[in-house]
């Protein structure tokens, strides 16, 4: 099983796979400043996108890879 960690938007990167509180996977695609917002665009597994706008110190729950060196 693959764990979960607490991310700000800020550190989000294209290639996180976000997870909601029920287990779906998102994986993010494209990330950009809007304002002082951070516009976060993903893919869902079946190949819908979509996108969301939060700021900067909001939290998003990410899926930790196996093999990655995240604390």
Do not use: C, K
């Not at 693959?2 to 996977?25: A, K, Y």
């Not at 400043?33 to 079946?46: F, K, M, N, P, S």
Request: proline share 3%.
């Amino acid at each position: 099983m693959n764990d979960i960690e607490l991310r700000q938007t800020r550190e989000l990167r294209v290639g996180d796979t976000l997870v909601n509180t029920r287990g779906r996977h998102y994986e993010i695609t494209r990330i950009r400043r809007i304002g002082r917002g951070i516009r976060v665009e993903y893919a869902t597994a079946d190949g819908a996108a979509g996108r969301f706008t939060a700021a900067p110190e909001a939290v998003s729950r990410v899926l930790v890879a196996p093999f990655s060196h995240a604390a």
